[in-house]
């Protein structure tokens, strides 16, 4: 298909109808989408790679996580066509931003889920803009992983707000995950003693292979509140949360006085009706006089995007191990989501992403 003209047809993800409780690929469905020419801000993309992400799950919901307000970010409901942060290649330029992009350029920021689409280049509200590479530079696949999104919420969980000492006992669920994956490498440079959690054994192995000095199962709620006692049994000083439900709540029990707990998702609770349900032990933090900083990522980026690229550049965070579990083809998104928010279902640990096509350099050139 080519697009490279005032309107055309491409295939994108919209979503059917907004979820009640566990998404299942029937929620969202691949349609033609008119596309026209790129305005005078924007450029046409060709979509090469795209980020799988749990928050998806939360921007269908009715109740709110609405915390995505800017242009084109906000609710999903139904028809809603679907975006993700992605890596794609330049087309066609608007009239306005031929001294930012060019045809050919890689362009790494939010993107449509589709085969095509437009990426506006004004940032609004302190959001980044799209990242600008070379059309001669191999694809910049860093920036999905490690260098964008998922890196940037590790280094602030980790590096802003849990700041572990190398005395803590430190503990991350979802450790073998995208941004576990790399919070539990952040943390081990600090020389605290960490522990993490994965819902596979090949996660499990994974994270041991890492340096870690405890590895639990958060399949299961028992086995983990019992590991948990066993490897940490003076408590946490500091804690990630990333899941939700009963393992949070055995994390909280297991918090020391005046402990720190970092909560920067809940994905055991996005498929859930209720699930803004706190754990029942919430309490405990008071009575403990523990921390609790909970934070997402829209609203850093003004001030601290600049200081994580520095540090993920540089030694330790540029040996860091990121890898990618590769799912081939658009059409392949809906059962890549679904299965996201399901413990246990990944193929390899790290960060989730969708290959569309291995771009080829001669095709960008016959296309400027
Ligand atoms: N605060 C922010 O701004 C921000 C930004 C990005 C992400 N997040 C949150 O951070 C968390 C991790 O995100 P991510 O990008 O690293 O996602 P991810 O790569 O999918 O990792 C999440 C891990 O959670 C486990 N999991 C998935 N569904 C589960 C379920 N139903 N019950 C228990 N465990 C489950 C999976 O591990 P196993 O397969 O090993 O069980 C998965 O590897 C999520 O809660 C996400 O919403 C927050």
Redesign the pocket.
């Known amino acids: 298909m080519s697009c490279a003209h005032s309107s055309s047809e491409t295939e994108a993800w919209r979503l059917r109808q907004t979820p009640q409780g566990k998404l299942v690929p029937g929620d969202l469905e691949l349609t033609q989408r008119t596309l026209s020419a790129p305005a005078k801000d924007e450029v046409l993309v060709e979509v090469c790679w795209l980020s799988v992400?749990?928050?998806m799950r939360?921007r269908m919901q009715s109740s709110g996580y609405d915390y995505l307000n800017r242009d084109g970010m906000g609710k999903w409901t139904s028809g809603s066509y679907l975006s993700a942060w992605g890596l794609g290649r330049v087309l066609e330029v608007g009239s306005e931003v031929g001294d930012k992009v060019a045809s050919g350029d890689w362009v790494v920021g939010h993107l449509p889920v589709a085969r095509h689409g437009l990426v506006r280049f004004s940032s609004e509200r302190g959001a980044l803009p799209p990242l600008v590479f070379g059309a001669q530079q191999t694809a910049p696949v860093d920036w999905l992983h490690a260098r964008g999104?998922?890196g940037f919420?590790a280094w602030l969980a980790m590096c802003h707000y849990a700041r572990p000492r190398a005395s803590d006992t430190v503990l991350v669920t979802?450790g073998?995950?995208?941004?576990?994956s790399l919070a539990v490498q952040w943390a081990l440079t600090s020389g605290a003693r960490v522990l993490a959690s994965?819902?596979?054994s090949a996660?499990r192995e994974w994270l041991s292979s890492l340096g870690v000095t405890g590895v639990l199962d958060?399949?299961s709620p028992e086995v983990f509140a019992e590991q948990l006692r066993q490897l940490a049994p003076g408590g946490l000083d500091l804690h990630m949360e990333?899941?939700g439900?009963a393992?949070f709540a055995s994390a909280i029990d297991a918090v020391r006085s005046h402990g720190r707990v970092v909560l920067?998702?809940?994905?055991?609770q996005?498929?859930e009706a209720e699930p803004r349900r706190a754990p029942p032990n919430l309490q405990r933090l008071v009575s403990v006089g523990a921390r609790l900083q909970p934070?997402?990522?829209?609203g850093h980026e003004a001030e601290h995007w600049g200081r994580f690229q520095q540090q993920a550049a540089s030694p330790p965070a540029s040996a860091f191990a990121a890898p990618l579990e590769v799912i081939d083809g658009l059409e392949s998104w809906a059962e890549a989501l679904c299965g996201?928010?399901?413990?246990?279902?990944?193929r390899g640990p790290?960060?989730?992403v969708i290959q569309l096509q291995a771009f080829n350099p001669v095709d960008v050139q016959r296309r400027r």
């Open positions: 992400d749990p928050y939360t999104m998922t919420t979802g073998a995950g995208a941004v576990g994965a819902g596979s996660g958060h399949g990333q899941l439900g393992t920067c998702g809940l994905v055991s996005y498929n934070f997402v990522v829209p996201l928010l399901v413990s246990g279902n990944r790290g960060k989730r």
